[in-house]
């Protein structure tokens, strides 16, 4: 079961109004509650903040904002002694441009070493006015930014965010010593940034154009900035330095939607998971969540790897509100969370999910992803869902920070949703989830790697686990019987045998 910290927005302990370590820290006891087995912290690197830290200037070093080396030893420490892993993000496939490297090739001539290190073409056109190919940004606009002396780079993401091309010796040394830096420091593990764009066809060909061809589409196979198969020579790098130590790990944010292809990067030598976004992407319906199962299974049964289950992330609209916000998304998301963790495998916990966060309306001029500017303010980005987390208190910022001036505003009326509210009520989402965690860790009724599909009515979900756990979900329009068995747990009270609408139950059937 792991916890994703998004550090700017879990706990400000300096007071500056952003979070930090030292704020992670003061909210270990928080982790330990809930029931959690390990952490993954978003990118707390010296970076220029372009992208909130996924620009990293230096990948072995600590942005003053969150903090400093002794302050993450200290974190570590303390996570450890709590009996908390702790996952670190990589982020291999770009480097910020305030990075030394990209520095260094800005001063260095066309076609000299220091520009070997990113993706450094001549435009095509006339005087090479053109892009050298025509791929997008994620981010928006063209993948290409110009030079003064006329030359171009490559960037998937931010222009801030020149992609490093793995072809180069030094790039894939300066990687592993990054992994040995924090593996020797006693991190667990990694979490990879865009673990399925560090290869880039020969010859960087042109894609053809689609209609949407972001990350946050299904990249289907005609693109040909992503899934390539040179990577996964990469992954193998990565994972021979992380078997020098015991018992530590990787999972790669990899965006393929092809079982077979996503299976490919769960072979025994490459990452021991890779997260599946097919729950994080299905509608609210019974066809596409028992599909989006499906898939997720069958993507890990030829391959050592267990299923590994996302709701939400830093990148996507929460699910409270994805499932349609106020009471109805709530409710929703209750039920969704005991589908979550009733299912084989591990978890992931976006930090708020356990609070039932919804996403925030921000006014424009508070809005701070690059997804903003660089869709000509057609597109709001990804703020929405990373507000802080609201701890105790009637008033931004709901102790998150001393400063009520907070990174991206938090707004009125949120102390009911505190963790402190929450924590006494029974009913509350947070002791859902508490209670939801310690049955997942105790009960032997979770034992068992499989899904064994019941029948159910209309509209419904309900499988069966070999340990004897029942899960039914009910997404029709009508009450429906309660199977038989011993209620363990469910979303909403179930009276009169009956499971209501938009509400999940486990039982030991
Ligand atoms: C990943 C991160 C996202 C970031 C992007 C570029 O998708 O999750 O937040 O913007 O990579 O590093």
């Known amino acids: 079961m792991f916890y994703q910290v998004y550090i700017r927005s879990f706990a400000d302990a300096s007071g500056d109004g952003v979070g930090d370590l030292a704020g992670i820290r003061t909210r270990l006891p928080h982790l330990v509650d809930l029931g959690i087995d390990a952490l993954w912290i978003t990118p707390f690197y010296p970076s220029p903040m372009a992208d909130h830290g996924y620009d990293v200037a230096d990948p072995r070093g600590v942005e003053p904002t969150f903090g400093d080396l002794p302050g993450f030893d200290a974190l570590l420490a303390d996570?450890?002694?709590?009996?908390?892993?702790?996952?670190?993000?990589?982020?291999?496939?770009?480097?910020?441009?305030?990075?030394?490297?990209?520095?260094?090739?800005?001063?260095?001539?066309?076609?000299?070493?220091?520009?070997?290190?990113?993706?450094?073409?001549?435009?095509?056109?006339?005087?090479?006015?053109e892009p050298p190919n025509n791929?997008?940004?994620?981010?928006?606009?063209?993948?290409?930014?110009?030079?003064?002396?006329?030359?171009?780079?490559?960037?998937?993401?931010?222009?801030?965010?020149?992609?490093?091309?793995?072809?180069?010796?030094?790039?894939?040394?300066?990687?592993?010593?990054?992994?040995?830096?924090?593996?020797?420091?006693?991190?667990?593990?990694?979490?990879?940034?865009?673990?399925?764009?560090?290869?880039?066809?020969?010859?960087?060909?042109?894609?053809?154009?689609?209609?949407?061809?972001?990350?946050?589409?299904?990249?289907?196979?005609?693109?040909?900035?992503?899934?390539?198969?040179?990577?996964?020579?990469?992954?193998?790098?990565?994972?021979?330095?992380?078997?020098?130590?015991?018992?530590?790990?990787?999972?790669?944010?990899?965006?393929?939607?092809?079982?077979?292809?996503?299976?490919?990067?769960?072979?025994?030598?490459?990452?021991?998971?890779?997260?599946?976004?097919?729950?994080?992407?299905?509608?609210?319906?019974?066809?596409?969540?028992?599909?989006?199962?499906?898939?997720?299974?069958?993507?890990?049964?030829?391959?050592?790897?267990?299923?590994?289950?996302?709701?939400?992330?830093?990148?996507?609209?929460?699910?409270?509100?994805?499932?349609?916000?106020?009471?109805?998304?709530?409710?929703?998301?209750?039920?969704?969370?005991?589908?979550?963790?009733?299912?084989?495998?591990?978890?992931?916990?976006y930090n708020g999910d356990e609070l039932g966060m919804p996403d925030v309306d921000l006014p424009d001029e508070v809005l701070q992803d690059p997804i903003w500017e660089r869709s000509g303010r057609t597109e709001r980005g990804r703020d929405g869902c990373r507000v802080p987390v609201p701890w105790a208190g009637d008033a931004p910022a709901y102790d998150f920070s001393a400063a009520s001036d907070t990174w991206l505003p938090m707004p009125a009326g949120w102390g009911p949703l505190t963790a402190q509210a929450q924590a006494g009520d029974p009913a509350s989402m947070l002791s859902l989830y508490r209670t939801a965690l310690a049955l997942r860790r105790t009960s032997p009724v979770f034992a068992g790697a499989d899904v064994q599909w019941l029948p159910a009515p209309e509209g419904c979900l309900a499988f069966r686990r070999s340990g004897g756990l029942v899960c039914l979900v009910n997404l029709s329009g009508a009450p429906v019987p309660l199977p038989e068995g011993e209620v363990l747990l469910s979303s909403e009270p179930v009276t009169d045998g009956a499971v209501p609408v938009d509400a999940a139950v486990w039982l030991h059937g």
């Open 79 to 129: 996570a450890h002694a709590a009996g908390l892993k702790v996952t670190v993000d990589l982020v291999p496939n770009h480097s910020s441009s305030a990075h030394v490297w990209f520095a260094e090739a800005l001063a260095s001539a066309p076609g000299s070493p220091a520009r070997a290190r990113y993706f450094f073409r001549d435009g095509r056109g006339v005087d090479g006015s």
């Open 135 to 349: 791929w997008p940004s994620v981010f928006g606009g063209p993948a290409w930014t110009r030079v003064p002396d006329g030359q171009w780079y490559l960037h998937l993401f931010a222009p801030e965010q020149p992609d490093l091309d793995f072809g180069h010796p030094e790039v894939v040394a300066d990687l592993e010593e990054t992994l040995h830096f924090w593996l020797r420091r006693g991190v667990d593990g990694f979490r990879i940034d865009v673990a399925h764009g560090m290869a880039k066809p020969d010859g960087l060909p042109d894609m053809v154009p689609a209609e949407d061809t972001g990350l946050f589409a299904d990249d289907g196979p005609g693109d040909l900035r992503f899934d390539q198969d040179g990577v996964h020579a990469l992954h193998r790098r990565v994972r021979a330095v992380l078997d020098q130590y015991d018992d530590r790990m990787a999972v790669g944010e990899v965006w393929v939607f092809d079982d077979e292809r996503l299976a490919a990067y769960l072979r025994p030598d490459e990452l021991h998971l890779a997260f599946n976004f097919r729950l994080l992407t299905a509608d609210w319906d019974a066809a596409s969540l028992r599909s989006a199962v499906e898939h997720s299974l069958a993507t890990v049964e030829p391959t050592p790897a267990p299923a590994c289950w996302v709701l939400s992330n830093h990148d996507r609209p929460r699910h409270v509100t994805r499932y349609g916000g106020g009471e109805l998304g709530t409710r929703r998301a209750r039920a969704a969370a005991l589908l979550q963790l009733a299912l084989p495998g591990v978890a992931y916990v």
